[in-house]
T-cell receptor, first 120, second 112 residues
Framework: GAVVSQHPSWVICKSGTSVKIECRSL??????MFWYRQFPKQSLMLMAT?????????EQGVEKDKFLINHASLTLSTLTVTSAHPEDSSFYIC????????????????FGSGTRLTVV | RKEVEQDPGPFNVPEGATVAFNCTYS??????FFWYRQDCRKEPKLLMS???SGNEDGRFTAQLNRASQYISLLIRDSKLSDSATYLC?????????????FGKGTKLSVKP
């Protein structure tokens, strides 16, 4: 089945530093990747949608200059949290959607294992 | 009104119990519906898709009522391993278009 590798699985960083999270599709090509954030006891909230080779689309309230997304290839998308602050501490998860010919009957949403970010 | 609303839970049940989760969604044009399971500090994993005719997978039965914009999940003969948070998920644009809208989740704890 479709596998998405996400790393790091957890990271602790100092306030003001930047953190890069990678999401890689291992056995399929992902034309679209979604980045979600989940605070404790809250639902997953979509932050942005990235399409390979074009700019990401950010949800309302998500600062595009703070959360930089790059989707330069069909197998790799990255999310960089710039100048991280304690309020950015959260669980970040990517979700990839295979190209049309690879999609299975549940429409192929595959999730990475998530990155738990703690900013101190 | 939130896009996807679920029972707040938590549900604490003994092994072998039958438990039902409910979910409502606000976008009447939504096309695809799912139940996901999320274990503590893990990513969500697809449990089952939900079809208009209702569908069953072993001990799990999902139902959809489009008129009421209501989705349900029934777990029979619950096991300790069923303990998790169950997420009601809607794809408002259907098929492989668009992103997934997640409910807040209902936590289930199955006790021996």
């Amino acid at each position: 089945g479709a596998v998405v590798s996400q790393h790091p699985s957890w990271v602790i960083c100092k306030s003001g530093t930047s953190v890069k999270i990678e999401c890689r599709s291992l056995d399929f090509q992902a034309t679209t990747m979604f980045w979600y954030r989940q605070f404790p006891k809250q639902s997953l909230m979509l932050m942005a949608t990235s399409n390979e080779g074009s700019k990401a689309t950010y949800e309302q309230g998500v600062e595009k200059d703070k959360f930089l997304i790059n989707h330069a290839s069909l197998t790799l998308s990255t999310l960089t949290v710039t100048s991280a602050h304690p309020e950015d501490s959260s669980f970040y998860i990517c979700s990839a959607r295979p190209r049309i010919r690879d999609r299975n009957t549940n429409y192929g949403y595959t999730f990475g294992s998530g990155t738990r970010l703690t900013v101190v | 009104r939130k896009e996807v609303e679920q029972d707040p839970g938590p549900f604490n049940v003994p092994e072998g119990a039958t438990v039902a989760f409910n979910c409502t969604y606000s976008n009447s044009a939504s096309q695809s519906f799912f139940w996901y399971r999320q274990d503590c500090r893990k990513e969500p994993k697809l449990l089952m898709s939900v079809y208009s005719s209702g569908n069953e997978d072993g001990r799990f039965t999902a139902q959809l009522n489009r008129a009421s914009q209501y989705i349900s999940l029934l777990i029979r003969d619950s096991k300790l391993s069923d303990s998790a948070t169950y997420l009601c998920v809607v794809n408002p644009r259907g098929g492989s278009q668009g992103n997934l809208i997640f409910g807040k989740g209902t936590k289930l704890s199955v006790k021996p």
